[in-house]
């Protein structure tokens, strides 16, 4: 039963009944629920928009996020510096390392290209800093294939290096004798006269006049493959194998300091001077063959000779005399 209310009337002085129409308080009802409709939905509004209604967990997320896109800033400085590295040792590589080798510039069409297959950065889309950490990743993966491809080059340039390093050392590029040690240059490349038919011959190689038991030196690195007198004429000598086309031999030896199959190093002593097999007087008959071909020896003493001795011994070489052998 609901309650009935009174009000005071003044003038009558006696308590009279209040009565309320039915319409009238179905409107205030409605006016109410309207009113908190509206308050409701402002509110829900204000707390989606408004910073200062954010939970303790928003906060955290959104300080973590701000710290995220400054740290991705900070990457791509880096990856900036990065790329300037690497585009300096690619200016090194084709233009210093690869010209040096006789070796082709790497194009930017395989340095540059980018990464086959299908869309790898799908699975970073659809959020909000997607083209942020899409970027960073896409850029990331660039400077690891630019990385690769570098990597490779400079393996190759230094195996091409260990080669050249291999070639320089096999050239014989110092003289069998030293020039302490000799007496005189007997005889060099070219047409000689022969000492026992007094008829000119090709010469194949030079002779180097010195006292029995001077020491004679390897001149480039090598592997011995004779050490004996087999060959007609030479008497005790010894022939290396210094790869890359070159091989030199060393004869009239008066004894050995070397054998077959002993690998030995430029400036080695590999025997010692003597007048064995068809020979006039002691002295070391050398040669250097390239390719299966007899070469002037002359051209290959840049190891340990000056200038000016290299002028005075091709100015004696070049004479026409009588050879010792």
């Not at 791509?76 to 010209?99: C, G, H, P, S, W």
Request: positive net charge; hydrophobic residues 35%.
């Amino acid at each position: 039963m609901s309650k009935v209310k009174y009000y005071y009337d003044s003038e009558n002085l006696a308590y009279r009944k209040i009565n309320t129409r039915k319409r009238k308080k179905f409107g205030v009802f409605m006016l109410f629920l309207l009113a908190a409709a509206l308050f409701g939905l402002l509110s829900f509004i204000i707390l989606l928009n408004t910073p200062y209604f954010e939970t303790p967990k928003d906060r955290l997320q959104a300080r973590e996020i701000e710290n995220l896109k400054i740290n991705y800033a900070l990457l791509n400085k880096k990856m900036d510096q990065v790329n300037n590295v690497i585009a300096a040792i690619e200016d090194r590589d084709n233009n210093l390392y690869r010209v040096y080798f006789n070796k082709m510039a790497i194009p930017d069409s395989i340095r540059k290209v980018g990464l086959p297959g299908i869309n790898r950065y799908k699975l970073l889309e659809g959020y909000d800093n997607s083209q942020l950490v899409s970027n960073t990743t896409k850029r990331m993966d660039v400077i690891a294939k630019e990385l690769a491809v570098q990597s490779k080059s400079l393996d190759d340039i230094l195996k091409l290096a260990d080669a050249k390093s291999d070639f320089l050392a096999a050239i014989p590029a110092i003289q069998p004798v030293r020039n302490e040690n000799l007496k005189r240059m007997a005889s060099g490349f070219g047409y000689r006269t022969d000492p026992f038919t007094k008829v000119k011959k090709m010469h194949q190689g030079m002779d180097f006049t010195a006292k029995t038991g001077t020491p004679i030196y390897a001149t480039g690195d090598g592997v011995v493959t004779k050490a004996d007198n087999s060959a007609s004429g030479y008497g005790n000598h010894i022939v290396i194998r210094h790869g890359f086309g070159y091989e030199t031999l060393y004869a009239h030896l008066s004894k050995y300091k070397s054998r077959a199959g002993q690998r030995v190093k430029r400036g080695d002593i590999i025997g010692y001077v003597g007048s064995t097999g068809r020979s006039e007087a002691p002295h070391l008959h050398y040669e250097v063959h390239k390719d299966g071909k007899v070469v002037n020896p002359l051209n290959f003493y840049y190891g340990n000779i000056s200038a000016v001795e290299y002028v005075a011994i091709a100015h004696l070489a070049n004479q026409e005399n009588q050879s010792l052998d």
